[in-house]
């Protein structure tokens, strides 16, 4: 079974959009060293920002014939062919793929909540094409709403980056006991935290390296600590220039985290 992996936090600006993009890019690069027959990744925005669908392709005037929307809005019969059609090449790597976001993702919402089966009209079609793929990786927006419910559901895996200010015990607890209902509440038993994100560490902060060590020390969220990726201006530099930050500086000290993290996370698919 191909493992999704969902980006989620209800708190904007801690990495979200940053993680999954650079960890896709990174998985593609980790797979194909690997030898791996299918080193491909399919990355899907789910955020009408669409900061991931800029980066990775370029451009963020997706809409209506073109991009998730497009799927959503759909028939269910033909949304896995809509599906393939929608999906792009990333500038990164010919084997990043991109599902693009839209800002009339807005609207989608809108439109769907209260139809039945709504929170499952990308989960539906995308399992008509993950076995395509090694992995497939969902950025999402900065809350809980309908179409962060959708990645969750079509998800295996849920990531939670979180900046070191927002690690407080009851936040993160939080977080996942939402995913946890959208889990049971759905039937979706395959969806589980898989990992805590740290993004944006400062180690120089006195109270950046006390809420890590209060995190490490707790006896069910230290042991999902999945990596710590320092605050680095590379990163922001790299977006500027919509290219990764294995592209822009492998030696930045985000790159080396990030590529500890994607190393986790691959050895843990070749391990499923």
Same mark, same amino acid.
């Given at each position: 079974?191909?493992?999704?992996?969902?980006?989620?936090?209800?708190?904007?600006?801690?990495?979200? /959009?940053t993680?999954?993009?650079?960890?896709?890019?990174?998985? *593609? +690069?980790?797979?194909?060293?690997?030898?791996?027959?299918?080193?491909?990744?399919?990355?899907?925005?789910?955020?009408? +920002?669409s900061?991931?669908?800029?980066?990775?392709?370029?451009?963020?005037?997706?809409?209506? $014939?073109?991009?998730?929307?497009?799927?959503?809005?759909?028939?269910?019969?033909?949304?896995? +062919?809509?599906?393939?059609?929608?999906? *792009?090449?990333s500038?990164?790597?010919?084997?990043? #793929? *991109?599902?693009?976001?839209?800002?009339?993702?807005?609207?989608?919402?809108?439109?769907?909540?209260?139809?039945?089966?709504?929170?499952?009209?990308?989960?539906?079609?995308? /399992?008509k094409?993950?076995?395509q793929?090694?992995?497939?990786?969902?950025?999402?927006?900065?809350?809980? /709403?309908?179409?962060?419910?959708?990645?969750?559901?079509?998800?295996?895996?849920?990531?939670?980056? *979180?900046?070191?200010?927002?690690?407080?015990?009851?936040?993160?607890?939080?977080?996942? @006991?939402?995913? @946890?209902?959208?889990?049971?509440?759905w039937?979706?038993? @395959?969806? #589980?935290?898989?990992?805590?994100?740290?993004?944006?560490?400062?180690?120089?902060v006195?109270? #950046? $390296?006390?809420? !890590? @060590?209060? !995190?490490?020390?707790?006896?069910?969220?230290?042991?999902?600590?999945l990596?710590?990726?320092?605050? $680095?201006?590379?990163?922001?530099?790299?977006?500027? +220039? #919509?290219? /990764?930050?294995?592209?822009?500086?492998?030696?930045?000290p985000?790159?080396?985290?990030?590529?500890?993290?994607?190393?986790?996370?691959?050895?843990?698919?070749?391990?499923?």
């Open positions: 079974m191909t493992r999704v992996y969902v980006f989620t936090n209800h708190k904007g600006g801690v990495g979200k /959009s993680s999954a993009t650079t960890i896709a890019f990174g998985m *593609v +690069q980790m797979l194909r060293y690997a030898k791996v027959s299918n080193p491909r990744v399919l990355l899907i925005d789910t955020d009408s +920002q900061h991931a669908t800029l980066v990775t392709t370029g451009r963020k005037d997706y809409g209506t $014939n073109d991009s998730l929307y497009t799927v959503l809005m759909a028939d269910r019969q033909s949304a896995p +062919q809509v599906l393939r059609e929608c999906i *792009v090449a500038e990164w790597d010919v084997d990043l #793929h *991109v599902l693009p976001a839209s800002p009339m993702l807005e609207g989608a919402e809108r439109e769907l909540t209260g139809v039945a089966g709504a929170p499952y009209r990308l989960a539906d079609p995308l /399992s094409i993950a076995n793929y090694a992995a497939i990786v969902i950025d999402t927006r900065p809350s809980f /709403s309908l179409m962060t419910e959708m990645g969750l559901i079509a998800a295996t895996d849920a990531i939670i980056p *979180v900046e070191p200010r927002y690690l407080e015990t009851v936040g993160l607890t939080s977080v996942m @006991n939402k995913i @946890n209902e959208i889990r049971d509440g039937r979706h038993p @395959n969806l #589980h935290v898989s990992g805590i994100l740290v993004t944006k560490m400062d180690s120089r006195r109270g #950046h $390296n006390h809420l !890590l @060590n209060e !995190l490490q020390a707790h006896p069910t969220l230290g042991k999902l600590l990596g710590v990726i320092p605050a $680095n201006e590379a990163v922001s530099y790299a977006h500027r +220039q #919509h290219q /990764s930050i294995f592209a822009y500086d492998p030696a930045a985000a790159s080396k985290a990030y590529a500890q993290v994607i190393g986790t996370l691959v050895r843990a698919m070749a391990g499923a």
